[in-house]
Structures are given as structure tokens and as C-alpha cells.
């Protein structure tokens, strides 16, 4: 299989084929972190986050949000990049397992589905204040938070490119 194929792999919508995986790590045992994001501009950032909170667990799960989920969330200038080519950047790290798109405003029906061990988002949360805490706290799972690299954010990145002399 070539690498490409198993970054393509990686890639699911909310399907039949997202249940089988689930399925099979339920069976394999492995403990399942979930976070979710645009993920519009990777950065370094998004990396030391991501490889944290896939070091909580044994798979990583992204819930990643679609193009008209991330205009309706940020504006209509958003996303910068299409789901489809930040969700084959996602796949590529080794250390995320499954990528899959939610079209909705909060990933709280896609946690529902995935039954996540570990729910993790960035600090700038309280874990009760996360969607999806009951979820997961109800079947005896964690709510994590993670801290942020500071001075790093799509954002800011966004607005250096702006204010860039041409």
C-alpha cells in the first residue's frame, strides 16, 4: 500500500465504515482520545497539541469540521484551506489515527457515535464547559485540557499574512 493510500485510509465520513473501526478497536481494547478542530493553517502549534493528546490513549480520533461548518464558525472568508485538503494533512501524521468530517456547529452527535475514553481540548477550557463532557464522563471516560503553544494560532497567522507589505 502506498503512502498516500494510507493517509486516504485514514479519512472517514460518518458512515458504516467509521462504526467497523470503532468496532475493532472496542475489540482490540485500545483506549480512543477524541479532539476536534478546523484546523485551517497546521502549525506548530497544532502538532504539540495533536502528538499530546494522541500520547493520552492508543488512537487518535479528529473530529474535523467541513467547509461550511468552519464559514459558519469563523466567517465567510474561512476556511482558507478546503476539508478536504486539511483533512489529508491531518491523515498524514503518524500520529493520528481517523479523521473524520462533521458538517454541524459542535461535534457533540460525532462524540456521541465514537464514545471517546479521553475527550481533549485546548486549556483555554474548563472540561465541564466542553461539548461532549457528559458523554464521556458518563461512561467513566476523562475530559482533558491541554495548554496552547503560546503565539501560535491560525488567526494570527491569518492576520501577519494580511499585514504583510506586497
Known sequence: MTHLQK??????????????????????????VFTNGCFDLIHRGHVEYLAKAADLGHVL???LNTDNSVSR????HRPIQDEVS?????????????????DEDTPYELIKRVQPD??????DYKPEDIVGYDI???KGGKVETLDFLPGYST??????????PK
Open 86 to 102: 486539511r483533512a489529508n494533512i491531518m491523515a498524514a501524521f503518524e500520529f493520528v489515527s481517523l479523521v473524520v468530517y462533521f
Open 118 to 123: 479521553i475527550l481533549v481540548k485546548g486549556a
Open 73 to 76: 464558525l469563523k466567517g465567510s
Open 136 to 138: 464521556v464522563t458518563a
Open 155 to 164: 488567526s494570527g497567522i491569518e492576520a501577519k499574512i494580511k499585514n504583510t
Open 7 to 32: 493517509i486516504k485510509d485514514k479519512i472517514v465520513h460518518q458512515s458504516p465504515e467509521l462504526d467497523l473501526v470503532l468496532k475493532l478497536w472496542a475489540a482490540q481494547g485500545k483506549k480512543i
Open 61 to 63: 480520533v479528529i473530529g
